[in-house]
């Protein structure tokens, strides 16, 4: 009796479990079903965001808006980063030369028994902050020169990503640097990154844009961020500073230049497996630098930026003496001059494009806003007149920049290859020579000679180099001259192929064509050629 009850209700338990696990395993099936449509749907959007992200960067148009975006975020960083310590380093500094005396005091103390001790003598606290400050534009200026002829051997791609990687190592070391040796790492990291970062960045703007006026608007953008990143950032650092501490501000950098470091491997892909060796062979540094054409704009790029390479390390201990200005006063001295500086570059991109043919005399009219404007700086009496003369120079930078760098690619056009590593390494050179000396040679001419004769020799400098730019006028009438081209480079046919293109050159020049007769043996023909289809006029 007892083992027939058992099994009944062991008969009734099982169909009982039966059904319990049914709706499990129901369950179990649903959620692996919804699982695999969830992964399905997943997988169907990314492969339409990979093909819509294929689609926009294979745009040529796009893509050009996109390699523009990263280049002008590169140059903002960069000089973002250059600006930012000028209110954050002089204080840490002297915390650090105060902990350093103290600690000084303290062992002379204790060795106050021996009275022949002497105290040492304390670093030059402006002689430290002056080096620290140039040092980016030393090693910027040394190794512009390799950069160049890098950038001419392997391309636009590479260079700007090695750039914007030392530049986040850079940033990341400014922001956990506890001492002046590891500071002075940092700056002269920035000025290896630059080296590459912004002149492989302003030739990538130049070798995308080729017609002129879609050159100088492009170029135009990027000045207008170098601009803002120049004069934005001593009020971005010395906020996050006062409010957040001393290593915000570099981190914040950092992060943005690794989203462009990212955005720069995804779109250019720099190490993709592309073909290199059909690059053209650009001219060497040495015989760019010795065209004359490059040569006057380099020096206009170096005479016109003197003036605000000189006044940024200078111009507070003046304001402190003579005006009596607050910090936050100092701190926004050159942020009103941002509104005049894209202001001058709109109108010059504007002006260039209705007269192409006036760059020279832009370039010129902005020589003599500057030299004006930096004349009437020791005149100033109070901080909202100081901002006249100021909105004065970088409007006339922004002049200058805008209407010659376009002209240096114009220039590598039709005098020489178009690759321009290494005629904006010259550029970048030009602007390096001004900065590199500004923060260790401004103090001492001002110490010396004093800050009204600084103003007015720089000043004079620019009006009198302003005519030079009349070796420019015909620039523009330039037409790519081979004969000209095969002078400058000094080089002769190499391999079979050069030398049949130079006796094919030489041929027409004497009015002989080649034809193939009906045995297929090459005959030469008299003909008449216009003056045009000649390679060897320089003007129309």
Known sequence: MTDG????????????????????????????????????????????????????????ERQKRIILVIVCTALLLDNMLYMVIVPIIPDYLEGLQKAADRAQDAVVYINSTNSTIHKAPKGNFDLQIGVLFASKAILQLLVNPLSGTFIDRVGYDIPLFIGLNVMFLSTLTFAFADNYATLFLARSMQGLGSAFADTAGIALIADKYTEEK??????????????????????????????????????ILACICLIDGVLCLIVLKPFSNRERENMPVGT??????????????????????????????????????NMHSSQWEIGMTWFPAFFPHVLGVYLTVKLAAKYPHLQWFYGAIGMVFIGASSCTVPACKNFGQLMIPLCGICFGIAFVDTALLPTLGFLVDVRHVSVYGSVYAIADISYCVAYALGPVVAGQIVHDLGFVQLNLGMGLANVLYAPALLLLKNVTKMKPSYSERNMLLEDGPTGLYDTIKMEQREKKRKGLCTTLDENGVETFAQRSYSEEESSGGEYA
């Open 284 to 321: 060497p540094m040495y015989k760019l630098m010795i065209d004359p054409y490059i040569a006057v704009v380099a020096g206009a790029l170096t005479i016109c930026n003197i003036p605000l390479a000189f006044l940024e390390p200078t111009i507070a201990n003046w304001m402190e003496e």
């Open 214 to 251: 879609a050159r100088s608007k492009a170029l135009g953008i990027a000045l207008a961020f170098i601009s803002f990143g120049s004069l934005v950032a001593p009020p971005f650092g010395g906020v996050l500073y006062q409010f957040a501490g001393r290593r915000v501000p570099f981190l």
């Open 5 to 60: 009850a058992g099994d009944r209700e062991e008969t009734r338990l099982e169909p009982e479990k039966e059904r319990t696990m049914e709706p499990e395993e129901t369950t179990q099936g649903r959620g692996a079903s919804l699982a695999q449509t969830a992964a399905s749907k997943l997988s169907q959007m990314g492969e339409r965001t990979k093909q819509l992200g294929n689609n926009v960067i294979q745009d040529p």
